[in-house]
């Protein structure tokens, strides 16, 4: 059970949020894309700005030329203006941004070129390098954008935009087997200053020596992470709590596997 931090905890937590800065080595802090990466953050409030064209085709183009493994480039991305996003869901893009994409696992289009007889019945794997390459091309446009001046957030659930309502999306985008949502990235021009960094593990936590083995977190590392965390989202979600949120998703999580394991399934119904 989660427990809510005291006030004194909620204050440092906030602070050590707001005060906590990237760790780029003083000779590399010059370097214009790592200060782009660095910069990136998930923003959740736009201006009435739209996008040129120009600069959103090159945020797509940007995810097409993503890696990919043995380069199958299994994504599809379903583009939306706020005028068709709209009209295909009953609801504005999420945070009033005007430009969205909603980014999928494409399996489909695969099977297309080679023929399902040249893919062994490997649905987990299929599945999972789906999502991996899918998942390359979601950054490369989220820091092509972040490059151009355009600011953006990559959302699960929030407007029933991910993962987590894939059924949904299957069925308002007539997606055939093999074709699954993942996330749906927001874009627009930010409104007010961007937000700080969310609370992040330390480095020593996430990243170990090959040659010594995994290492597992140091007492009080995980403790305090996740007292940033809701201090940080209730400090952002006035009406709402961490633990609220996390209620969400564990009353959606049932569903969307029983979605996503029939999602798999189909894959293979043709063969």
Same mark, same amino acid.
């Given at each position: 059970?989660?427990?809510?931090?005291?006030?004194?905890?909620?204050?440092?937590?906030?602070? +050590?949020?707001?005060?906590? !800065?990237?760790?780029?080595?003083?000779?590399?802090?010059?370097?214009?894309?790592?200060?782009?990466?660095?910069? +990136?953050?998930?923003?959740?409030?736009?201006? /009435?700005?739209?996008?040129?064209?120009?600069?959103? *085709?090159?945020?797509?183009?940007?995810?097409?030329?993503?890696? /990919? #493994?043995?380069?199958?480039?299994?994504? *599809?991305?379903?583009?939306?203006?706020?005028? /068709?996003?709209?009209?295909?869901?009953?609801?504005?893009?999420?945070? !009033?941004?005007?430009?969205?994409?909603?980014?999928?696992?494409?399996?489909? +289009?695969?099977?297309?070129?080679?023929?399902?007889?040249?893919?062994?019945? /490997?649905?987990?794997? =299929?599945? #999972?390098?789906?999502?991996?390459?899918?998942?390359?091309? #979601?950054?490369?446009?989220?820091?092509?954008?972040?490059?151009?001046?355009?600011?953006?957030?990559?959302?699960?659930?929030?407007?029933? *935009?991910?993962?987590?309502?894939?059924?949904?999306?299957?069925?308002?985008?007539?997606?055939?087997?093999?074709?699954?949502?993942?996330?749906?990235?927001?874009?627009?021009?930010?409104?007010?200053?961007?937000?700080?960094?969310?609370?992040?593990?330390?480095?020593?936590?996430?990243?170990?020596?090959?040659? #010594?083995?995994?290492? =597992?977190?140091?007492?009080?590392?995980?403790?305090?992470?996740?007292?940033?965390?809701?201090?940080?989202?209730?400090?952002?979600?006035?009406?709402?709590?961490?633990?609220?949120?996390?209620?969400?998703?564990?009353? !959606?999580?049932?569903?969307?596997?029983?979605?996503?394991?029939?999602?798999?399934?189909?894959?293979?119904?043709?063969?």
């Amino acid at each position: 059970m989660l427990r809510t931090p005291g006030l004194f905890q909620f204050i440092r937590s906030l602070w +050590r949020i707001v005060s906590r !800065k990237p760790q780029v080595p003083p000779s590399l802090q010059g370097n214009a894309l790592l200060n782009v990466i660095m910069r +990136r953050r998930s923003v959740r409030s736009y201006r /009435s700005d739209d996008i040129p064209e120009d600069v959103f *085709s090159a945020i797509l183009e940007a995810g097409r030329v993503a890696p /990919s #493994t043995v380069n199958l480039q299994s994504w *599809s991305f379903a583009t939306f203006t706020a005028a /068709s996003w709209r009209e295909t869901f009953d609801h504005p893009i999420p945070f !009033k941004a005007l430009r969205a994409v909603i980014i999928m696992g494409d399996t489909h +289009r695969d099977r297309l070129a080679l023929g399902a007889e040249a893919i062994a019945h /490997s649905p987990m794997v =299929e599945y #999972t390098i789906a999502v991996m390459n899918a998942s390359l091309a #979601t950054m490369a446009m989220n820091i092509a954008a972040e490059a151009l001046g355009v600011s953006s957030v990559m959302l699960s659930e929030t407007g029933q *935009s991910g993962l987590l309502d894939a059924e949904y999306l299957a069925d308002r985008l007539h997606l055939p087997p093999g074709v699954f949502p993942l996330m749906t990235i927001v874009f627009g021009y930010a409104a007010g200053a961007y937000p700080p960094m969310p609370p992040r593990l330390p480095m020593e936590t996430v990243c170990f020596d090959g040659a #010594t083995g995994y290492r =597992e977190p140091a007492p009080g590392v995980l403790e305090d992470w996740l007292a940033q965390m809701i201090a940080g989202y209730k400090a952002s979600h006035l009406t709402s709590s961490f633990q609220a949120q996390l209620h969400l998703y564990q009353s !959606k999580i049932g569903k969307a596997e029983a979605d996503l394991n029939e999602a798999i399934h189909r894959i293979h119904t043709r063969e």
